[in-house]
T-cell receptor
Framework: KAGVTQTPRYLIKTRGQQVTLSCSPI?????VSWYQQTPGQGLQFLFE???????NKGNFPGRFSGRQFSNSRSEMNVSTLELGDSALYLC???????????????FGPGTRLTVL | QQQVKQSPQSLIVQKGGISIINCAYE??????FPWYQQFPGKGPALLIA?????SEKKEGRFTISFNKSAKQFSLHIMDSQPGDSATYFC??????????????FGKGTLLTVNP
């Protein structure tokens, strides 16, 4: 079974631009969560999507948004990029999300975003 | 507000030794405590997890000890090997502000096992 895939793996943008990151979950998984990983703050939860609906959201500004498609693939968008948005963005998929009994999350390799 | 505190930030252990990583939490509503292992260039991978009704869980060389009254849990890696060198994250699952479940992570421990 193929794992979680994220594209692109690396991205360089400048301040003020916007960026879209993509995540394809494991086949059959309906929940996709996004995390931001930085050396200073560690792993921070951005949001979770389940069956095309945002089910939970972390404490990030509205510049961070996401969506999920009917095939469970998800995209994350960051508008008006700031230097502090430089991070590794991780996507994790699970069968039914964190609330379920089988709630293991499988992480992708991440997208390394650098904002200049 | 950091709800899961992890220590130490880094740890160096000799091959064959025991690695111990500790985490403490504040939210008594947390109900699931996983540990993740992350190698450079890879995403975190679930290593082992425990629920608060159990005081210890062992899987191979990896053991979680859980102390509900102290709100602490720890990861023990027995017979540590150079291949265990990675960053380890503890996490806790819970609801925040009445919303749905999410995972809150500790800031990670960089483990180096010397040959």
């Amino acid at each position: 079974k193929a794992g979680v895939t994220q594209t692109p793996r690396y991205l360089i943008k400048t301040r003020g631009q916007q960026v879209t990151l993509s995540c394809s979950p494991i086949s059959g998984h309906r929940s996709v969560s996004w995390y931001q990983q930085t050396p200073g703050q560690g792993l921070q939860f951005l949001f979770e999507y389940f069956s095309e609906t945002q089910r939970n959201k972390g404490n990030f500004p509205g510049r961070f948004s996401g969506r999920q498609f009917s095939n469970s693939r998800s995209e994350m968008n960051v508008s008006t990029l700031e230097l502090g948005d430089s991070a590794l963005y991780l996507c994790a998929s699970s069968l039914r999300g964190l609330a379920g009994a089988h709630n293991e999350q499988f992480f992708g390799p991440g997208t390394r975003l650098t904002v200049l | 507000q950091q709800q899961v505190k992890q220590s130490p930030q880094s740890l160096i252990v000799q091959k064959g030794g025991i690695s111990i990583i500790n985490c403490a939490y504040e939210n008594t509503a947390f109900d699931y405590f996983p540990w993740y292992q992350q190698f450079p260039g890879k995403g975190p991978a679930l290593l082992i997890a425990i629920r608060p009704d159990v005081s210890e869980k062992k899987e191979g060389r990896f053991t979680i000890s859980f102390n509900k009254s102290a709100k602490q849990f720890s990861l023990h890696i027995m017979d540590s090997q150079p291949g265990d060198s990675a960053t380890y994250f503890c996490a806790a699952r819970g609801r925040s502000g009445g919303s749905n479940y999410k995972l809150t992570f500790g800031k990670g421990t960089l483990l180096t096992v010397n040959p």
